[in-house]
């Protein structure tokens, strides 16, 4: 079955490499190819859908900006990757921004091209569904977090589960993630700062190891309990 195989491409790190990727390469071919440099809109919220984006190279943040300047970062995805899926489908407004973290390719599908591929490869809807449904149990962790959680049961808990938080920049290897502390700290709604402290602590402790852009995780058990010693608010 093919559909068992594309959803390792479009959504990373949660299925297995693809062994066959015959739609991907489907849908890579009935869009228009884009080009974006570091810091670019892939889009903005509010805007009209540009369609279906498959990410085919890169590394995107997806995001919220609000009026007072803060900025709600929902996923960070790395190629390849499929988003922009909802407002593709209902045809509304943008709900959130995407912005290229690296030099990106995307391909990008009208809505009606869309159609005609869920009607004539059911298996590619299948996917756009799972891919909505992993999005969403995303922004339903973190919305439980930001609304419960101190700051720092809300920080062990990503490092412990970045995936399933909608962080996909690992670095072939589960325990380590490619991310910034600014990056963390738009994630779980708190200072940089903040997230410095913390991660200094957990180093200290011996929980991780800290380089330039990098988090590598040594003691999931340990991590795991400082979580839950400190998951009440205070």
């Not at 974006?36 to 990410?55: T, W």
Request: proline share 3%; glycine share 8%.
């Amino acid at each position: 079955m093919i559909g068992g195989t594309i959803m390792s491409c479009i959504i990373p790190n949660i299925y297995s490499q693809p062994t066959d990727t015959n739609l991907w390469n489907i849908l890579l071919s009935s869009g228009i190819p884009r080009h974006y440099q570091k810091g670019e809109f892939v889009f903005e919220k509010d805007q009209p859908s540009n369609g279906l984006i498959c990410l085919k190279k890169g590394k995107v943040k997806v995001s919220s900006f609000f009026s007072e300047g803060s900025e709600k970062i929902f996923g960070i995805l790395v190629a390849p990757a499929l988003f922009g899926e909802t407002e593709t489908l209902d045809q509304g407004p943008r709900m959130v921004s995407a912005t290229a973290l690296t030099h990106v390719e995307i391909v990008a599908i009208s809505g009606n091209k869309t159609k005609e591929l869920i009607y004539t490869y059911p298996d590619i809807a299948l996917s756009i569904i799972q891919s909505i449904g992993v999005k969403l149990r995303w922004t339903t962790l973190q919305a439980e977090d930001l609304s419960t959680q101190k700051i720092e049961y809300r920080l062990a808990r990503l490092l412990l589960d970045f995936k399933h938080y909608g962080i996909f920049t690992s670095k072939n290897n589960d325990n380590c993630l490619m991310i910034t502390h600014e990056e963390l700290a738009h994630f779980i709604g708190t200072a940089r700062s903040k997230v410095t402290t913390y991660l200094n602590e957990f180093a200290h402790k011996g929980l991780i190891r800290l380089r330039r852009g990098e988090i590598r995780i040594l003691d999931t058990a340990g991590l795991n309990k400082y979580k839950y010693t400190h998951k009440s608010q205070a």
